[in-house]
């Protein structure tokens, strides 16, 4: 597994993921082809300029497979940062997202940007709320916001670096 800077390129990595209906299960169900476009490209620019922690997920054969990022969001009125990953199906189940959060989580340390980090799967979401546990990161209580849809309720795991 490595990581390397999300780019213009991986708008089929997007395409992919973000329109799949397994992959968005729990993230309120696939996201719109012209969103899917606009947070596209506003990503890519943002890791250009250095504003965002975004990051292609390649699999051992170097294909891109997922993505994985840090981002500032806000939740219940408050600023906060917030981890989030995405694999495609196909490579889902071999350890990809729990090696990229590892690295991620060495990255973010070294860099020193961030003291805490958040995570919000879905308390249905088994797989993702393995890898956070399996992070480090501690079950810290529960959040309710939306993603695509309407709000749900959230687990909302947080780690101190
Ligand atoms: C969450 C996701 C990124 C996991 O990717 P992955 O590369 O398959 O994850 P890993 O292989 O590292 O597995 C992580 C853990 O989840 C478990 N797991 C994987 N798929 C699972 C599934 N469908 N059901 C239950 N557990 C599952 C694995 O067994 C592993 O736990 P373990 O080591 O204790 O056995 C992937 O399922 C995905 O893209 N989901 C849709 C997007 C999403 O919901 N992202 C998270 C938003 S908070």
New binding site residues.
Partial sequence: MELRPYEEGDLWLARALESDPQ?????GGPTLPEKILQHHHRRAKSVRDGDVWYFTVLAEDRSPA?TIGIWASEVSGASIYEA????LPA?????????AGRELLRRARQARQFKTIH???SAS????N??CR?LGFVLAGEAFFSYNGPPQKLNDWKIEL
């Avoid at 992959?23 to 993230?27: A, E, K, Q, S, T």
């Avoid at 490579?91 to 090696?99: D, E, I, K, N, V």
């Avoid at 979401?125 to 993702?128: I, L, R």
């Fill in positions: 992959v968005m299960r729990d993230l997922g989030g990953w995405m694999v490579y889902q189940g071999r350890g990809l997202a729990t090696a995570a919000f799967p979401n088994a797989a993702s393995a890898i399996k």
